[in-house]
């Protein structure tokens, strides 16, 4: 594998994202059997994926590229989508976004056996990245692109170390993979049988091999470069070696610059870049540190550089405040820098709801008690907020209250310890189709379009319809085709969507259509997600899910608070859900690591009263396991989340490793939906034991 | 305009848009290209920052992959229209305007809204004009004749709104001109 470094890191002989991209368009030119098939890009589910995917579909159809969107779910559909894609004669590009780092893309359970003329660009922001595809070269490693952020220059350790343990031969590199995740533990292994092959010559035999002594001549080349060196190292190089890799892989997972950044980074080499593209990847940054995937001050680092394009880009503004916040003109799709609160969706919401719903508040005040709550009350009273107004929607509060709002909170906050209240961030304007929507507010729609689009069943509540307004009860149920019905009226086949559903359900019987809906469910919100980027009508009409979907997930998180749920373990804390209202919309990995993240943000400080032994760090935040219970599966589906010291502060997440080592020691039967590591799908009758092994984990 | 059940039958708005299309203007390309040679002929070569002539077809699909600057012809300005519209309101008659102005600008407006200046005030101005002219061709229909129909400066669309209907209107009234004249004689 080749890593090419970002463009400042570039030189004559290291090219960089233009060279590659430039190749890109050199081989789509010139091979005479182009297709729609020559470029295929796979996409991960995730909002910063798929505004990568956007913004590099753009930069394809400016160049007149033809090109293939297809989202993936998880490992297991990037293998049946692999099986596919070695069908495909005129494949001669494929790129992967925010999937495949920790693959191990080389061999042959991957990419190794495909025909030469393909190149696989990985472009991923989960670190850590397989050292294999970082490092191995030749003819086969050249295929495999990885697309770095200049963290790869600082892995010279690792590289020495792999470099070491791969071309000599090793007795003891087994203890490498036992911790790797699966799909890289049988790879690794895979490959470091075919090394170990031929040291039938070294006289350490190799208790742990589990292939026991095979003695193929693979690998004789390589040896007989070899022979100038030393053939066997001393142990305590080896070890220490092995160790290092160890270390690399072991330490948990983190990310590194986000899908969307990066082909920013692409588009200023080109020198294409524009607001378009500019919005899209702050969304992707957005993401990322709303999500707590990349600490404050990564995103304040990487913030800067959009703030200054933000401000080549766009026109300057007029001095006055109050323009700074609508469109200036029918033609105003322009990107404003703004001070953002923390609150979720504030200016969609009642203030009172805003702060209600998101967790850095629900941690400080205690929002799941009542008390808290009327510390909430108190806090906005004090603020001169009266009652009515907080529960008015924002757009129709008192304009001298927004005015003064976070002057206000400033002031009174910190009493509550609510410091840092407020965070840089853009929002955009979309002429006078609408508001501006703010960067955090899109995120959240995208994600909740991408999380609930389709697939479960959803109330969202119409305005007006609280405190009895015209419309008596409650909400109307959320549907994708309903939602956008009133734009496509023509396209809807007699009879409704209704029909041609129940007719795809009838085809393949009950099982298959079911399980093609299932299929079906992720695909469509993908799309809805997709589309919802450019259409900024879409984009609001999803705001209202959004909203029922933190609702919810408040709803859980209060009542598992409130019924003492929380198991605490030694080194974290477990949470099992088997019943409750929105059961299956927990069935969902997305929300359920989004319940996860509320958790941990909202027991931050707190039930850390037990005392923990004085060996360990006094304050310490728990991570946090949560299962939920999938009826129709007949499974759990488990997210481990590591919770950090401080707010806007990120650890690494080692739940991966852990699974993969209780799972191993336990023998459940288990599944990785996702590309996420840290969630793992466990079978019914497995999940007690499971559990029991994941607490007594020695390392962990 | 909404279509209705009359006009369906005659040409549509984007075809005529098509046929609008054909028309050069001028851009700012900001790629180089050499002279090639097109089905409706030869254009180029392409030197930035050179001006150049393309059909409008053509510096649509540039400026959509972001690869030239569309100078708005002469008429597209606030000033050039303004003197129109008080024009148009002022007189009977139907003021110039270039034959094909409506789909032009509407090209234009939609794809290169940005290289235009004052976007919205010309948008605004095109409906006043639209407006002021829809009224004349209203008035128009009461003198309506069956021999003879002379609208000077009437544009594209305009006309091709009112062909259907005054098509038939006035065989209608070729017929009752005769059949009155025949009976009166028989």
Known sequence: MVFIPPPQLASASRPSYGEAYANILAAHRRSPLTSASSVIMLVAPDVDAVCAARMLADLFKQDDVMHRIIPVSGIAELERMREELTTYSELHTLILINMGAILDLPSPAWFGEFSTKLTVHVIDSSRPQNLSSLFLGGENGERIIIWDDGETEKLEEERKAWEALMYEPEPDSDEDDSDLESDGASEEEDEEEDVGGDYEDDSSPSGKRRSGGENGPRRRKRRRTDEGRPLRMSHADRDRYSSIINKHYTLGTWHGQSASGTIYILATVLERVDSDLLWLAILGLTHQYITTRISHEEYEKYHSIYYDEVFRLNPPLPADASSRIKSLHPDDQSIRATEELRFMLFRHWTLYDAMYHSSYVASKLGIWKERGRKRLSGLLAKMGFSIPQTQQPYSHMDMDLKKHLRSKLEAIAPEYGLVELSYSSFLRCFGYRSQPLSAADAVEAISALLDVAGGVRMEVEVEGTRNGGEWFGGGRLWDLQERWRGEERENIPPGGGAVKRKEKGNEGGEEKGEEREKVQWWMKNFWAAYDALSNINKLRSALPLSMSLHRAIIRQGSSIIDRQDIRTMRNHRVVVLTEGPDLALFSHPGVLSRLALWLVDALRDRVNGQSLSGRKSKRKSLPFVVACLNEKAGSYVVVGVTGAMDFGDVRKNEFGLAFLDAKERCNARTRHGSFDTSVIEINQADIKIFLETLAEDPEY | ?186
């Open chain 2, 1 to 186: 305009m909404a279509l209705s059940v009359s006009l369906r039958s005659s040409v549509t708005p984007p075809e005529l848009e098509l046929v609008a299309s054909e028309q050069l203007i001028e851009i700012i390309p900001l790629i180089s290209m050499d002279k090639t040679a097109f089905i409706s002929g030869a254009y180029g070569p392409l030197r930035p920052p050179a001006k150049c002539k393309l059909p409008i077809w053509m510096a649509t699909n540039l400026k959509l992959k972001k690869k030239c600057h569309i100078v708005p012809p002469a008429w597209l300005n606030v000033d050039f229209l303004q003197d129109r519209l008080t024009r148009e309101t002022s007189q009977p008659e139907f003021c110039a305007m270039p034959f094909r102005f409506a789909e032009i600008a509407k090209i234009i407006l939609d794809v290169a809204s940005d290289d235009v200046e004052n976007p919205d005030k010309i948008r605004s101005l095109l409906k006043d004009l639209r407006e002021a002219r829809q009224a004349k061709s209203r008035e128009g229909i009461t003198k309506l004749d069956h021999s003879e129909l002379s609208l000077p400066n009437l544009c594209s669309m305009e006309i091709n709104e009112i062909r259907p209907f005054f098509i038939r209107s006035m065989g209608v009234l070729t017929q009752l001109t005769r059949d009155p004249a025949a009976a009166g004689d028989a």
